[in-house]
Structure formats: C-alpha cells, structure tokens
C-alpha cells in the first residue's frame, strides 16, 4: 500500500478507544482532503453503516474501491481517492 494512504478506522474498538469519536474522525478527514489524497476506510456496520460512508465518499468527490464486505458480520475495508 502506499505510504502517503490514511487509515480511517470506524470500528468498535477505535470508538471505545478515542476521545473523538470515529465518525467525526472521518467526515473532518474527508471534507479536509485534497485532490489526489487516498484514505484506506475499515469499519463496521454499527458504528457507521457501509451505505451512508459510500453516500459520504460519493457527495465528497471520491471514487473507491471495496477491497472487502461482509454482510454477516457487518464489516468493510475500502480505498477511497478524492477526485474533486
């Protein structure tokens, strides 16, 4: 992976161990991101639900790739780039 890739983690664990909260992590890490500028996204259902962070990526000018789902569990990994 590239080193200049950011890793976003909206998962139980980061939640119970951060003072900000994951998800406003992610929406200032997003809105703040330059042309160009790749984040690797790994979270869970529960704590940000996979189809409101692709709704997010998408109104912010990403593109992604979705390395992995799982429905059963509720997790996902993706890479997002910002386009615009």
Known sequence: MDEALKRIELTEEA????????QYKFLVSISEAKHGEEFEIVGEDRILSFETVLEILDDEGFEYDILDRDDILGTYTLIARKNR
């Open 15 to 22: 939640f119970r161990s951060c003072r900000e909260k994951p």
